[in-house]
């Protein structure tokens, strides 16, 4: 077996940057996979990358967190992906605080497109003004569907009692 060279791991490690952002955590595996098992290179080359601001955890998350919202998941999912790419707490709360995203009206949001018909509220959900919407006629079957299906979408308690 060949010896991988610290050049070797700093492009491998590029390339997968290049494509989109990584933890620290998902660098380390995907290095593991492709050039073998070094983890003191690989350690000490990913730690060079976070130094000059090619990798970063808080970048990552921001990153996530848009991506996520945009897609119409709630925190509660967001958060337990992102610590399954092993990124810190403390990281993930201040990418939180940064989002500025209004969870509420985002179930809100979520809600109508998804239930829209069935609420009766609903023509066009474009031109649908949220606060008007009264969910509260709703029957506890239509409820208990709703709230399954955000919590699957990761909203928190909170978040889906806002809707009622």
């Known amino acids: 077996m060949t010896d991988i060279k610290p050049s070797d791991v700093r492009r491998a490690a590029m390339d997968l940057l290049a494509r989109r952002e990584h933890s620290r955590y998902e660098l380390l595996l995907k290095l593991t996979r492709r050039l073998g098992d070094n983890p003191e290179l690989f350690e000490q080359e990913i730690g060079k990358l976070?130094?000059?601001?090619?990798?970063?955890?808080?970048?990552?998350?921001?990153?996530?967190?848009?991506?996520?919202?945009?897609?119409?998941?709630?925190?509660?999912?967001?958060?337990?992906?992102?610590?399954?790419?092993?990124?810190?707490?403390?990281?993930?709360?201040?990418?939180?605080?940064?989002c500025g995203v209004d969870f509420a009206a985002l179930a809100r949001s979520v809600a109508v497109k998804k239930f829209g018909d069935e609420l009766g509220k609903v023509a066009d959900i474009k031109t649908l003004d949220m606060e008007t919407l009264d969910m509260e006629t709703l029957d506890i079957k239509a409820r208990a569907r709703i709230s399954r299906f955000m919590q699957q979408r990761g909203f928190s308690y909170d978040h889906i009692s806002s809707l009622y």
């Open 50 to 98: 976070t130094e000059e601001g090619l990798q970063s955890d808080r970048r990552l998350a921001e990153a996530f967190i848009r991506a996520r919202t945009n897609r119409g998941q709630g925190p509660v999912k967001i958060k337990v992906e992102l610590r399954a790419k092993q990124v810190g707490d403390e990281i993930i709360s201040i990418a939180f605080e940064e």
